[in-house]
């Protein structure tokens, strides 16, 4: 349900330079309308300055923006006047919260009555009742991020954009802020953009995940495809860990591929297309066997190190040729008495593997 | 009774110090106010009711308050280029404010009487460019008195003023610009109101230098444009009227503690964070 028109934008070879640093190459993807994306990467991935050039902050070197097809790429911030949400919040210290609030509102030139009832709206939908007439200094972190939000969706801006918003916050309340800015966007359908360094939060808030290395767009997925078929490395690693296998003899059959790690034969059913001189299982994927399985692939390793951490176990161990596996287990599954330097095998099912 | 560090022992050398060369001679003159020529308030009376004195301190709060007045508004705009233009433009600031502020009040006095007075270079080159015939009087009056007490004060209003500025959060003026606001309007509704702490902290620190004013009034008013602190010296050093010279001093350290306490508490509750 669209209560407001959401915008689609579209970024076609976008690049930004300083001097002769490159912070961005060649970026190009379209944001669908009401779909929230994430922009996720390091520090100093270019993520941020993509953002900054949406939000027309920042003009881009090269490449163009569009904005429901028609072209802004020169369109200054004003004009565009997408929700912007900072991070540190910087709401205007010198107003209250309602003031904070009214002011895009003022900007537009609506009527007083409809300023008060909108402010009254937004107040009441991020839950800040009774807190209307203070100053952002007199209210808690997350309070100050509820009027930031509150402040950016005032006007239904075509897009909202969300630099690490959350970044100041604590564990606890960034869960909570998290489920807020979950439940905004599913009621006000409009288009998030967010940035984070935090491939949790990441994947948990967002219906696509950009992530970027070296001002380089990595891959654009949804997180559960950014997350079991990564397009590189990069991706496979920066989302959570992974086991790399370097494979040699790798041919392709009809319904796959088959290969071989440490004289072993693997196949694979999955995630095929990539360059093919490594597989990468995701560690939650892989089980510890006494004895070699029925199906699926299988490996021989030696278990260096047990930690328990209650409801799971997480395990290293290395192969013969010296690769270096991690794993992590539901306790109840493992096998009984395991111990440092046993020989054991890992195994994981044909299809939960991705060639890098 | 609340434990002292001992490092604040340190101080008490200024203390000693302001005790002796500020608190002692003030008691004095505050002897003299009431003892000279004889006991009594009789000379707060004159002060106050005298009409030359009257004139006096009535235009000395109005030379103070048009000197204030300008010298924030001059700084505002330097201050705001040298806090957020470019390189070069900072670096020019930045010398125009320091320059001066190295140079003695006496000889900057001095300097202005060269460039203002009525033989002076801007009339000369004014009538032999045919722009005037006559020369005009810029000096031995009240515009004098400003043009020399702004110069003088621009920097004492810029340090304030670029500290405040300088707090200024880029993203809060982004933010404002993102939801549509002109530059005008980020202007006028966020920065300046942001800054507001700082432009009063400046008025104060301006307004209460300016009432204190002695060698700039002299020298570029030539007499005819006597302020509080010169008159203080004419009654002391030039007519035998210590006792006078001294209440007017009262007087004018009360005014200026006054408007302290009163601007401090219009400054406090609405500082910046």
């Given at each position: 349900m669209l209560k407001i028109s959401a915008a689609e934008i579209g970024a076609e070879g976008i690049g930004k330079s300083y001097g002769s640093f490159a912070a961005l190459t060649d970026v190009s993807l379209t944001i669908a309308p009401g779909e929230f994306l994430t922009l996720l990467g390091p520090s100093g991935s270019g993520k941020t300055t993509f953002l900054m050039i949406l939000a027309g902050f920042e003009a881009a070197t090269t490449g163009r923006l569009t904005l429901n097809g028609a072209d802004m790429t020169a369109t200054p911030a004003e004009t565009r006047a997408f929700g912007m949400v900072f991070q540190g919040y910087a709401l205007f210290p010198?107003?209250?919260?309602?003031?904070?609030?009214?002011?895009?509102?003022?900007?537009?030139?609506?009527?007083?009555?409809?300023?008060?009832?909108?402010?009254?709206?937004?107040?009441?939908?991020?839950?800040?009742?009774?807190h209307g007439h203070k100053r952002p200094s007199g209210l808690s972190g997350g309070q100050q991020q509820r009027v930031a939000l509150a402040r950016a969706l005032a006007y239904d801006p075509p897009v909202l954009l969300l630099d690490e918003p959350f970044s100041a916050l604590d564990k606890n309340l960034r869960g909570q802020?998290?489920?807020?800015?979950?439940?905004?966007?599913?009621?006000?359908?409009?288009?998030?953009?967010?940035?984070?360094?935090?491939?949790?939060?990441?994947?948990?808030?967002?219906?696509?995940v950009a992530i970027f290395n070296?001002?380089?767009?990595?891959?654009?997925?949804?997180?559960?495809?950014?997350?079991?078929?990564?397009?590189?490395?990069?991706v496979a690693e920066f989302l959570g860990d992974i086991n790399i296998l370097p494979l040699t003899d790798v041919s392709s059959r009809h319904d796959g591929a088959q290969a071989s790690f440490e004289g072993q034969n693997l196949q694979m059913t999955s995630g095929l297309g990539g360059p093919s001189?490594?597989?990468?299982?995701?560690?939650?994927?892989?089980?510890?066997?006494?004895?070699?399985?029925?199906?699926?692939?299988?490996?021989?390793a030696v278990l260096r190190d047990l930690t328990y951490l209650g409801a799971e176990t997480q395990l290293s161990l290395t192969t013969p040729g010296g690769v270096s596996l991690r794993l992590s287990s539901p306790t109840a599954t493992l096998p009984q008495g395991l111990a440092s330097g046993m020989t054991v095998w890992v195994a994981w099912p044909a299809d939960r593997g991705t060639f890098l | 009774m609340p434990a002292v560090p001992r490092s604040a022992l340190l101080l008490l050398p200024l203390l000693g110090f302001m005790v002796l060369t500020y608190l002692v001679p003030f008691l004095g003159?505050?002897?003299?106010?009431?003892?000279?020529?004889?006991?009594?308030?009789?000379?707060y009376q004159t002060a106050l009711t005298d009409p030359l004195v009257l004139a006096v301190f009535l235009r000395t709060f109005r030379t103070c308050a048009v000197v204030t007045l300008v010298t924030v508004v001059a700084s505002y705009m330097i201050t705001l280029l040298w806090v957020r233009g470019t390189p070069m433009q900072r670096l020019v600031v930045e010398f125009c404010i320091l320059i001066p502020f190295?140079?003695?009040?006496?000889?900057?006095?001095?300097?202005?009487?060269?460039?203002?007075?009525?033989?002076?270079?801007?009339?000369?080159?004014?009538?032999?460019?045919?722009?005037?015939?006559?020369?005009?009087?810029?000096?031995?009056?009240?515009?004098?008195?400003?043009?020399?007490?702004?110069?003088?004060?621009?920097?004492?209003?810029?340090?304030?003023?670029?500290?405040?500025?300088?707090?200024?959060?880029?993203?809060?003026?982004?933010?404002?610009?993102?939801?549509?606001?002109?530059?005008?309007?980020?202007?006028?509704?966020?920065?300046?109101?942001?800054?507001?702490?700082?432009?009063?902290?400046?008025?104060?620190?301006?307004?209460?230098?300016?009432?204190?004013?002695?060698?700039?009034?002299?020298?570029?008013?030539?007499g005819r444009s006597v302020m509080a602190a010169e008159l203080v010296y004419l009654r002391i050093f030039q007519s035998p009227n210590w006792g006078l010279g001294a209440a007017i001093s009262v007087i004018l350290m009360l005014g200026v503690g006054g408007l302290l306490a009163l601007l401090m508490r219009q400054v406090r509750p609405a500082g910046t964070r």
């Amino acid at each position: 349900m669209l209560k407001i028109s959401a915008a689609e934008i579209g970024a076609e070879g976008i690049g930004k330079s300083y001097g002769s640093f490159a912070a961005l190459t060649d970026v190009s993807l379209t944001i669908a309308p009401g779909e929230f994306l994430t922009l996720l990467g390091p520090s100093g991935s270019g993520k941020t300055t993509f953002l900054m050039i949406l939000a027309g902050f920042e003009a881009a070197t090269t490449g163009r923006l569009t904005l429901n097809g028609a072209d802004m790429t020169a369109t200054p911030a004003e004009t565009r006047a997408f929700g912007m949400v900072f991070q540190g919040y910087a709401l205007f210290p010198h107003m209250t919260v309602e003031q904070n609030i009214a002011f895009p509102l003022k900007v537009q030139g609506r009527s007083d009555g409809d300023i008060k009832r909108r402010v009254a709206e937004m107040i009441e939908m991020v839950g800040l009742g009774g807190h209307g007439h203070k100053r952002p200094s007199g209210l808690s972190g997350g309070q100050q991020q509820r009027v930031a939000l509150a402040r950016a969706l005032a006007y239904d801006p075509p897009v909202l954009l969300l630099d690490e918003p959350f970044s100041a916050l604590d564990k606890n309340l960034r869960g909570q802020m998290q489920d807020e800015v979950r439940r905004l966007h599913r009621e006000i359908g409009t288009t998030f953009v967010f940035v984070t360094h935090d491939q949790s939060e990441a994947l948990a808030l967002s219906s696509r995940v950009a992530i970027f290395n070296h001002g380089v767009l990595e891959q654009i997925a949804a997180p559960k495809d950014a997350y079991e078929c990564p397009a590189n490395r990069f991706v496979a690693e920066f989302l959570g860990d992974i086991n790399i296998l370097p494979l040699t003899d790798v041919s392709s059959r009809h319904d796959g591929a088959q290969a071989s790690f440490e004289g072993q034969n693997l196949q694979m059913t999955s995630g095929l297309g990539g360059p093919s001189g490594t597989l990468a299982v995701r560690p939650e994927y892989m089980s510890l066997c006494l004895t070699p399985p029925q199906t699926g692939n299988a490996i021989k390793a030696v278990l260096r190190d047990l930690t328990y951490l209650g409801a799971e176990t997480q395990l290293s161990l290395t192969t013969p040729g010296g690769v270096s596996l991690r794993l992590s287990s539901p306790t109840a599954t493992l096998p009984q008495g395991l111990a440092s330097g046993m020989t054991v095998w890992v195994a994981w099912p044909a299809d939960r593997g991705t060639f890098l | 009774m609340p434990a002292v560090p001992r490092s604040a022992l340190l101080l008490l050398p200024l203390l000693g110090f302001m005790v002796l060369t500020y608190l002692v001679p003030f008691l004095g003159i505050l002897r003299w106010s009431v003892t000279l020529p004889e006991p009594g308030f009789g000379q707060y009376q004159t002060a106050l009711t005298d009409p030359l004195v009257l004139a006096v301190f009535l235009r000395t709060f109005r030379t103070c308050a048009v000197v204030t007045l300008v010298t924030v508004v001059a700084s505002y705009m330097i201050t705001l280029l040298w806090v957020r233009g470019t390189p070069m433009q900072r670096l020019v600031v930045e010398f125009c404010i320091l320059i001066p502020f190295w140079i003695s009040v006496l000889t900057r006095a001095f300097g202005w009487l060269a460039l203002l007075s009525t033989k002076g270079i801007i009339n000369t080159w004014l009538q032999t460019t045919g722009i005037l015939s006559e020369p005009l009087t810029m000096v031995r009056n009240e515009f004098g008195v400003i043009v020399g007490m702004v110069h003088f004060l621009i920097p004492f209003a810029a340090f304030p003023l670029a500290s405040a500025m300088r707090t200024v959060d880029e993203r809060v003026l982004l933010a404002a610009r993102g939801m549509g606001a002109s530059r005008a309007r980020v202007f006028t509704q966020v920065f300046v109101p942001m800054t507001a702490p700082g432009v009063l902290g400046a008025a104060l620190v301006v307004f209460v230098f300016a009432l204190g004013f002695f060698v700039t009034p002299a020298i570029l008013g030539g007499g005819r444009s006597v302020m509080a602190a010169e008159l203080v010296y004419l009654r002391i050093f030039q007519s035998p009227n210590w006792g006078l010279g001294a209440a007017i001093s009262v007087i004018l350290m009360l005014g200026v503690g006054g408007l302290l306490a009163l601007l401090m508490r219009q400054v406090r509750p609405a500082g910046t964070r």
